[in-house]
């Protein structure tokens, strides 16, 4: 069982920057794939990225890619979210997730939302 909290969300400006962090309550480092993915009301969950374990590889979704920057601190058991250039569209509700990969890795977890760990969500809203 493990638990995710999220924190560091909030309104900014278009240009603008956010880190969002994620706590889980246990080690997570050799054991579980993590990602972050967002929700705007009425739409589906999408996944924003992903790290696998122990940060082998890394996977972002193209529309975040050389804005957003994912990491973990497995000695910590904390997730990361660096977001830069932020813009509108990046408002949503962002929420981080956790899973033992697949027979196949960790990306296919991430592009079927298929995770068994969920945090509560943090709000991020972008104003231009």
């Known amino acids: 069982q493990v638990q995710l909290v999220e924190s560091g969300g909030g309104s900014v400006q278009a240009g603008g920057s956010l880190r969002l962090s994620c706590a889980a309550s246990t080690y997570t480092g050799s054991r579980y794939c993590m990602g972050w993915f967002r929700q705007v009301p009425g739409k589906e969950r999408e996944w924003v990225a992903g790290i696998s374990t122990g940060s082998g590889i890394i996977y972002y979704t193209d529309s975040v890619k050389d804005r957003f920057t994912i990491s973990r601190d497995n000695a910590k058991n904390m997730l990361y979210l660096q977001m830069n250039s932020l813009k509108p569209e990046d408002t949503a509700v962002y929420y981080c997730?956790?899973?033992?990969?697949?027979?196949?890795?960790?990306?296919?977890?991430?592009?079927?939302?298929?995770?068994?760990?969920w945090g509560q969500g943090t709000q991020v809203t972008v104003s231009s």
């Open positions: 997730a956790a899973d033992s990969p697949t027979l196949s890795g960790c990306y296919s977890r991430l592009t079927r939302a298929d995770f068994g760990y």
